[in-house]
């Protein structure tokens, strides 16, 4: 009866099934010895194992996840479903420790310790956080996005309010225009099919700045910490300041204010805005923390396919979130 409950626990143990049958008859022997003090793991959440053992040895079983976060992933990623936890945890009193990649100390303001490790960004699923949800009964990580989001323990940080500044504001209303030049490898494609080319660029800041101060982001490879997705140069910098030397660009602000990080110089940037245009990616993400509106150029991705800009990314902020599939949406 022991084995067959043994059994039943490594197979229902997701995201590690064989892992779970090649090492449970040693944790149970170890166990069963007295050996173990304790069940130490990153997210009890699809760990029957952990807590059959925990259980059946009266053991206390502990999670990392419990007190504090970790996560080296995708920049989306990190702001769809760890900082909200770990701001939600921070509001329950109960955040010890963050740790993620270079730049990133601004946006865990909130963590009593943060962490950053010289590690590049690399593709990480979010299954384990709570609002991830698992895949079918062959994949263990969902290979899309969810299409109602648990805001049980989630809590997005308040970045408008606390990264307001003085120091970037113009005559006129700005309006943040953001884009990206990366490889989308999900998407099957040599190159990006989310973002703004050149062409497509000029017709819209041409529109936008008879009424706005056009500020223009799109992180070069040297500016961020890179994943797996490779950044690539199209020229749209240098045109679009040859044609609109009145656009201002985030590398000139970033050579302005060299005491700032990236990240950092990008809240306290979109802290002022209320007008955003961005592209489907991290950009999109954290546009919809600070309010206002935003316009999304998405044709294609997970985002696209749950009906995540319709559903829940007013959540960041109650933002009012648009999503445009054509350059003429876009435009219009």
């Known amino acids: 009866a022991e084995r067959r409950a043994l059994l ?5 143990t997701g995201g590690a099934r ?6 449970a008859p040693e944790l149970w022997a170890a166990a069963r010895a007295g050996e173990v003090e304790r069940i130490a ?8 194992l952990a807590h059959f053992l925990a259980e059946r040895f009266e053991l206390p079983c502990e999670e990392t996840l419990a007190s504090g976060t970790q996560y080296f992933g995708e920049f989306a990623f990190e702001l769809l479903a760890v900082i909200p936890y770990a701001y939600w945890l921070h509001s329950q009193g109960g955040l010890e420790r ?7 100390r601004c946006l865990y303001y909130f963590s009593p310790h943060h962490e950053e490790r010289p590690t590049r960004r690399r593709y990480v699923p979010i ?3 709570p609002i991830g949800e698992r895949g079918h009964r062959l994949r263990y990580d969902l290979k899309a996005f969810p299409r109602t989001l648990d805001e049980s323990r989630w809590r997005p940080p308040p970045y408008a309010e606390v990264y307001r500044d003085d120091r ?4 006129r209303e700005i309006c943040v225009v953001g884009n990206k030049a990366s490889d989308e490898r999900y998407l099957r494609r040599g190159f990006a099919v989310n973002y703004l080319d050149v062409e497509l660029l000029l017709e819209l800041i041409g529109r936008l700045r008879r009424r706005f101060q056009v500020i223009y982001v799109r992180p070069r490879a040297a500016d961020i910490v890179n994943d797996h997705q490779r950044v690539r140069e199209m020229g749209d910098i240098e045109t679009i300041k040859h044609t609109y030397p009145d656009v201002v660009t985030i590398q000139e602000l970033q050579a302005r204010h060299p005491e ?13 805005c209320r007008r955003f245009v961005s592209v489907l990616g991290g950009g999109s993400y954290l546009a919809s923390y600070f ?5 999304v150029y998405a044709r294609r991705g997970w985002e696209v396919a749950c009906g995540a800009y319709e559903r829940w990314f007013h959540r960041f902020s109650g933002a009012r979130v648009l999503a445009a599939a054509t350059p003429s949406e876009l435009l219009a």
């Open 8 to 12: 039943r626990a490594c197979c229902q």
């Open 18 to 23: 064989l892992g779970a049958l090649a090492r």
């Open 41 to 48: 793991c990153f997210s009890k959440k699809h760990f029957a």
């Open 291 to 295: 309010g206002g509106t935003n316009v």
């Open 168 to 171: 970037f504001r113009w005559e």
């Open 260 to 272: 700032l990080g990236f990240n950092e110089l990008q809240l306290r940037l979109f802290a002022g």
């Open 98 to 104: 963050t740790a993620s990649t270079p730049d990133t």
């Open 127 to 129: 299954t384990e956080y």
